[in-house]
């Protein structure tokens, strides 16, 4: 094969590259999902003519312009955006790719929570001493037999939430810490806090006090709840990634899934931050009537599992294609000219 009749048969795919990585503007996310598919194959491509062109033709000029050809390809599909850039990117697409690309541990930590919760609020009802003593202390004020529930103090009202408040984000952080136990402390962590949880449901609602379980858990809970759920999946993960950590080493496996937890955790976090403003403005909730309270927390549940179902899919999506246009790393060099060079170093 001579240089004349190589760059003939391989032209209309290199003008194509050329075509989309100016489309791309180095950043693959502007093309649409068959064009990034197209962008990597042409890219594989490239990168082989290039390696088979500095074995064949070393000396000419084609040699040259095709490595910039690749460079500049290179560049729209491994190219990173600025530090700024990549904190806004997490916040408004990876961390919620984090939580949604395994549904599987946010189920069974979802059923590790809710179901001690509900066995645990059945037994309440039914043995109310029993499950006095489980309660923790400093949850008690709220379970007595009082009728009706604004007859429970003021101060007892805030103690019981802040109470509430603190533990559901000391158990968020175990649970995440937990997965390094094989994920066994981030389970128990869970299945315990559920208990406490359905105990005091159980006694409240059997003292006649539903509304002030609403009404004190409601605002802050439902979102404080989720983060529970999201920090005990983490674990989970981390855990298994050191029983099954697939083709790689346990350590490898675990410093990958690390690396996602401590994303979790840090986009987590301002969540919990959210959920601790909400508190502070129980009182305020509290007199707008329980209409309001059951709103506020009810919205804010939902607005989080809303961008974690469209914007963790979407960004999964989008994240499935990386493979398919990284696959080969040929060429190094930064293009400036584009495909005419390859045309002109045989011209």
Wanted: hydrophobic letters at 45%; proline letters at 4%; one cysteine or more.
């Amino acid at each position: 094969m001579n240089v004349e009749g190589f760059v003939r048969d391989r032209e209309a795919s290199w003008r194509e590259l050329d075509e989309l990585v100016a489309r791309s503007r180095r950043r693959f996310h502007r093309l649409g999902p068959d064009d990034v598919r197209r962008l990597g194959s042409l890219y594989r491509s490239a990168a082989a003519d290039l390696s088979l062109a500095r074995r064949r033709f070393p000396r000419d000029p084609v040699v040259g312009g095709l490595a910039e050809l690749v460079g500049r390809a290179r560049h729209a599909v491994y190219a990173s955006g600025s530090r700024r850039g990549s904190i806004v990117r997490f916040f408004a697409r990876d961390y919620w790719r984090f939580v949604a690309e395994r549904p599987l541990p946010l189920v069974l930590s979802a059923v590790l929570l809710f179901a001690p919760a509900s066995l645990a609020g059945a037994w309440a009802l039914h043995d109310r001493p029993a499950a006095t003593g489980l309660v923790p202390s400093q949850f008690r004020p709220v379970t007595g037999d009082r009728r009706p529930w604004h007859e429970v103090p003021a101060g007892d009202q805030a103690a019981f939430s802040s109470a509430v408040l603190t533990n559901n984000i000391k158990v968020t952080f175990v649970a995440f810490a937990g997965g390094i136990t094989l994920g066994l402390l981030t389970a128990l962590s869970l299945a315990f806090n559920g208990v406490v949880l359905g105990a005091v449901a159980g006694l409240m609602i059997g003292a006649g006090n539903w509304v002030g379980f609403v009404d004190l858990v409601t605002g802050h809970g439902v979102l404080e709840l989720s983060c529970i759920v999201v920090a005990g999946a983490a674990g989970l993960r981390l855990g298994w990634s050191i029983v099954d950590p697939g083709r790689r080493t346990r350590a490898a496996s675990l410093t990958a899934e690390a690396r996602r937890t401590i994303g979790i955790v840090l986009g987590t976090t301002p969540w919990l931050v959210v959920a601790g403003i909400v508190e502070g403005f129980r009182a305020t909730l509290s007199n707008a009537g329980l209409g309001a309270v059951i709103g506020v927390g009810f919205g804010l549940g939902a607005l989080y599992w809303g961008l974690v179902v469209v914007l963790g899919r979407r960004s999964e999506a989008g994240e499935r294609l990386r493979p398919q246009i990284g696959a080969d790393a040929g060429g190094r060099q930064p293009l400036r000219r584009g495909l005419e060079d390859v045309r002109s170093g045989v011209a």
